[in-house]
């Protein structure tokens, strides 16, 4: 279970998220939906403690606000960055072994490979050289590698082609399908959220100010008019 | 032929020196101005082992560990306040090289001192005679340069090193403790400036301002190189140190300093990224 409490962020004096509360149990994908601006990848930097934050975040009963990145990182959880984060000139089969900084051991996993088959063929490329869709596959696989318990995707439609984005809706629901991992999935794509999430929380100038079930969330449903400015209303 | 031997030992040396410079830099955005009094140091820590007896490799061996010893503490003490902030880390830095330099004066005294070599053998190499000291400084130089290239491009701490340099807050959030990597990488750049401190001991006259003498070449070599990349900066040492004897050949020092000067500023405009683009750089 993750739960944020009262979470206050920013960047030097100008706060961002003002009071964020949510609650997201294991084994499901949440969705946290919001217009540009109103604070959705501060909140994914201030879980992993790349920002500095105020209030509580505790994961698994633990608390991780004060924790310093790499240690929320080895507390089993694994960040995808918007932008995906990965390292151009490095290999693709290095950048997975990146992922493996936050458990340890040698090898990437074969079931990986596995997971992520169109990895596999790519190895030793340079990341930089895939395509958009191949480097957000990369950046998930590289998540992956540490076997997260809970992953946090912030904005991974983003750039990416309708397939793969359709593919992408496929995926995430298999990936907490076992009831052991938790996915909290910052988002625009409404599309992606009504197939990947379960439910979803709206976020607005740095608060959290509603929440409806993933199957509620029609282009004509008044939440997502209200809190997205999407649909007829 | 024996003038490309000194330059290839200079600039085997020199990159030494680059090296560890560049390492603390890419990885704390800390300029170490105390680098140069890290090879002082390292050339005064095996005069000072070879006064008490201790046999001359015995010394150039406590001197790596004692100027990584020095490296771990200042990093504690000082480095670790310091990174990302690089006006204070200049001034803190240069106030620690001050400190290091004025220490030495008040233990050793300002004059020179000599060391004395292993050897005075001679070798002959395609006809020319060479001191065989010099050569085993060269081998050991471009062996322990070798092995930090392949420290940082074969290794999990290499890996590591390289992405906390490209994007520290992504490294970080992959479970990398950069503070960590950064720490064990300056220690590593204080060893390698002790240590090739120790191997010109015997080259040189030892006095408390000699680091000066190498912090500048090897600041210029890290520019010119492109302080993300190992190969780059030791191509960088080529470049200045190379430059540097060629033409001290033909002009005077102030003549030969200032030009290689003017090539670094060219090198760097044309090529503001160095001469060899890191591996863990952003596009």
Known sequence: ?????NLRAGYGGSAV?????????????????????????TL????????????????????????????????????????????????????LQLGLASRGGRG????????FPQLEPLRGRAAGTLSGGEQQILALARAMVAAPQLLILDEP????????????AALLPRLVSDGHMTVLLVEQNLELVQRAASFAAFLEKGAVV???????????????????????? | MEFALDVLSYVLVLGLVAVGLAVIFALLRVLNLAH??????????????????????????????????????????????????????????????????????????????????????????????????????MAIAAAVLLGTVVLFVGT???????????????????????????????????????????????????????????????FLAMLVGGGASVFGVIAGAGVVGGADSVLSLYLSSVWAQSAVFVLAIMLIRLRPSGLVRGRGERP
């Open chain 1, 157 to 168: 439609s983003e750039g990416l082609a309708p397939l793969i984005v359709s593919e992408l």
């Open chain 2, 36 to 137: 140069g009094e890290f090879l002082m140091l390292g050339a005064y820590s095996v005069l000072f082992a070879t006064q008490s007896g201790i046999p001359f490799w015995a010394a150039v061996v406590v001197a790596t560990v004692a100027l990584a010893a020095l490296g771990a503490i200042v990093e504690m003490l000082l480095i670790r306040r310091l990174a990302g902030r690089p006006l204070d880390s200049i001034l803190g830095t240069w106030g620690l090289a001050i400190l290091l330099r004025q220490a030495v004066v008040l233990h050793f005294g300002p004059a020179s001192q000599n060391v004395d070599a292993p050897t005075s053998a001679d070798v002959v190499i395609a006809g020319i005679v060479y001191p065989q000291y010099r050569l085993t400084v």
């Open chain 1, 44 to 95: 994914c930097k201030a879980l992993m403690g790349l920002v500095p934050a105020h209030g509580s975040v505790r994961f698994n009963n633990e608390e991780l606000l004060g924790l310093s990145p790499h240690a929320i990182a080895r507390r089993g959880i694994a960040y995808v960055p918007q932008g995906r984060g990965i390292f151009p000139n490095f290999t693709v089969l290095q950048n």
């Open chain 2, 156 to 218: 999990r701490f290499g890996l590591h090193a390289r992405a906390a340099i490209a994007r520290p807050d992504i490294a970080a959030a992959l479970g990398v403790d950069v503070r960590k990597v950064a720490a064990r990488s300056f220690v590593l750049g204080a060893a390698l400036a002790g240590l090739a401190g120790a191997l010109i001991s015997p080259l040189i006259s030892v006095d408390p301002n000699l680091g000066l003498g190498y912090l500048v070449p090897a």
């Open chain 1, 108 to 115: 990437v996993p074969q079931h990986v490979f596995g997971m």
């Open chain 1, 1 to 5: 279970m993750l739960e944020i409490r």
């Open chain 1, 17 to 41: 998220l003002h009071d964020v509360s949510l609650r997201v149990p294991t084994g499901t994908v949440a969705a946290l939906l919001g217009r540009n601006g109103m604070g959705k990848s």
């Open chain 1, 210 to 233: 509603g929440a409806a079930a993933a199957s509620d969330l029609g282009p004509r449903s008044a939440a997502v008019h209200r809190y997205l400015g999407l649909g007829a209303g």
